[in-house]
């Protein structure tokens, strides 16, 4: 745009906030009706239609908005749009500041040049400034092919601030469109990745370059769309049906995290009292160690009102990790689901917990976790797949978490499983345990197989004296006070206590301080 100075300082002044103004409209009303056309006809909102959904309504402030490239070549001189295709600034959810970056897919379809790059970095850099969260809002077709290697180098910066700003700030990544190749990283580094199905896909390589490499035929959404990566590979955190829903959805979650981890998570007034009763529980699980039942059904009544906000429920789903709050303060949950699997722990239960304990640790959520679980998945694809280092991935992050941590064992809790899920002998800071747990290192059948094989197998009814050696093994080293005896549970509980005294030990542990070594980082399992 031209302005024109005809020399008088008051009308001057006019013509140039008049030409702001044009600009500014023209910046944000995008590249034309055609192509917020072909948005729609996709079934997608418009990128600034998404950040009127996230933010509290005439909060947000957008920084750059007259950015634009400098590239030359390949007619890219010739476009020149305002934004260079990303929206970023900040404003309030539940009037807390979070920044954002959203990409506009109507602008080079999203795609990453210098200065898209360049306003992400800044609006990434501020947000660690302020320590405030910041959200990726992601729609582009990656690197933009135009502007070669310094798109590339783009992706550098981000990656790099992904990492510098790990457990320090929330991080969190909203795929609303497609996120190939190296794109596909930067949500990959975040705390939580959100997917809309139908409109969704992430991948490295895409269904062409799968075909011409493996010769395997697969579509974008079969290969990288929401419930792909939602039930299958594990990257997304929740999918959702349609963009309003998820967005509502992040505000939620974002409702439930600190600003950053020098802070505790926020607390809210809670009507449900803190010594209500739980008494419930007692009918929803069976004694019978071998009977399935739903987990969600006991943290629905231990919980706030029943609510919580599940992380990854279709994936590894034999192990439950969902937000919650207790007498209005945030934690966080990771418990066995006998529905599924018995609640084993096999490679992707592990990988699941130990990424959600610390992500729990790093941002102060204290930790609750409910215990009912057989052991490891045994078999060879297991232990070739990795279990030994997938298993101690949770090991590890329990022993590094220093936040306060609550175990409540249910029922069985077998073998090293038993460690790994917050024992006391790895630093859970109140162990509680219900009057039919079975704390072992194997279940009664098989400890007296094992023991008294020879004995079993020599005997005139081999049958009535495995039975009769079960007992025996269970009445010596199973019995609920056993652990209890030994200072391995710190108290032996009524099921309907069972809120009450979780919310008393939280209570207690508010102002737990745990000194840390003098190092860099450990070096966690791979």
């Known amino acids: 745009m031209t302005i024109v100075d005809d020399g008088r300082p008051a009308d001057s002044m006019r013509i140039r906030v008049t030409a702001l103004a044009q600009m500014r409209d023209e910046a944000r009303s995008g590249p034309g009706p055609q192509a917020t056309a072909a948005q729609k006809a996709k079934g997608k909102l418009t990128v600034r239609e998404r950040i009127g959904l996230l933010f509290d309504e005439g909060s947000f402030t957008e920084i750059e908005t ?8 390949f007619g890219m001189e010739a476009k020149k749009p305002y934004t260079d295709g990303v929206v970023t600034g900040w404003g309030t959810v539940d009037g807390r500041t979070v920044f954002v970056y959203a990409h506009d897919f109507r602008i080079f379809g999203g795609a990453l040049g210098e200065a898209h790059a360049a306003k992400i970095h800044k ?8 320590g405030a969260p910041i959200v990726g809002l992601c729609d582009g077709a990656g690197a933009r092919i135009q502007e070669g290697v310094t798109a590339l180098a783009g992706y550098g910066g981000i990656f790099q601030r992904n990492v510098r700003n790990s457990g320090v700030i929330p991080q969190i990544s909203v795929i609303l469109g497609p996120c190939a190749g190296g794109a596909a990283y ?3 580094l975040t705390d939580f990745v959100f997917m809309v199905r139908g409109i969704a896909q992430m991948f490295i390589t895409g269904p062409d370059v799968v075909k011409a490499v493996t010769g395997e035929t697969i579509s974008h959404d079969a290969l990288g769309g929401a419930d792909a990566h939602a039930a299958v590979s594990g990257v997304a955190s929740v999918a959702y049906d349609d963009e309003e829903e998820c967005l509502a959805d992040l505000r939620h979650l974002l409702s439930l995290l600190p600003s950053n981890n020098r802070e505790l998570p926020p607390r809210v007034p809670s009507t449900d009292p803190p010594d209500r009763l739980t008494e419930k529980l007692n009918d929803l699980v069976p004694a019978d160690p071998s009977r399935s039942y739903d987990m969600h059904a006991v943290i ?3 919980v706030d009102d029943g609510d919580f906000f599940e992380i990854q429920p279709t994936w590894a789903t034999n192990v439950i990790c969902a937000l919650a709050r207790m007498d209005g303060h945030v934690v966080g949950i990771v418990a066995n689901q006998p529905a599924a699997l018995a609640g084993v722990l096999d490679i992707h239960a592990s990988e699941k917990a130990a990424r959600f304990v610390a992500m729990c ?4 959520i204290p930790l609750v976790t409910l215990v009912d679980v057989p052991g490891f998945l045994p078999g060879v694809d297991q232990e070739h797949g990795g279990i030994i280092r997938h298993g101690a991935k949770l090991l590890y992050a329990y ?6 941590r609550v175990q409540l064992i249910l029922r069985k809790a077998y073998g090293g499983a038993y460690i790994v899920m917050d024992s006391r002998s790895i630093g859970a800071d109140v162990s509680f345990a219900w009057p039919i747990n079975e704390i072992a290192v194997m279940g009664a059948e098989g400890a007296a197989n094992v023991i008294f094989r020879r004995e079993i197998a020599a005997a005139e009814d081999p049958e009535a004296v495995r039975i009769q050696k079960v007992k025996e093994y269970r009445s ?3 019995h609920p006070y056993y652990a209890a005896e ?6 032996v509980i009524d099921p309907a206590e069972t809120r009450h005294r979780i919310v008393s030990a939280l209570a207690m542990l508010r102002a737990k301080h745990v000194p840390l070594p003098s190092r860099k980082h450990g070096n966690q399992p791979q």
Do not use: I, Y
């Open 361 to 364: 640790d790093a941002f102060n």
């Open 476 to 478: 010596e080293l199973m």
């Open 399 to 404: 022993c590094n978490a220093t936040v306060p």
């Open 300 to 302: 629905e009544e231990v």
């Open 186 to 188: 930067s949500p990959a």
């Open 66 to 73: 007259l950015r634009r490239h400098r590239a030359a070549g």
């Open 123 to 130: 609006v990434m850099d501020l947000a660690e400034a302020a």
């Open 486 to 491: 030994r200072g391995l549970v710190d108290d």
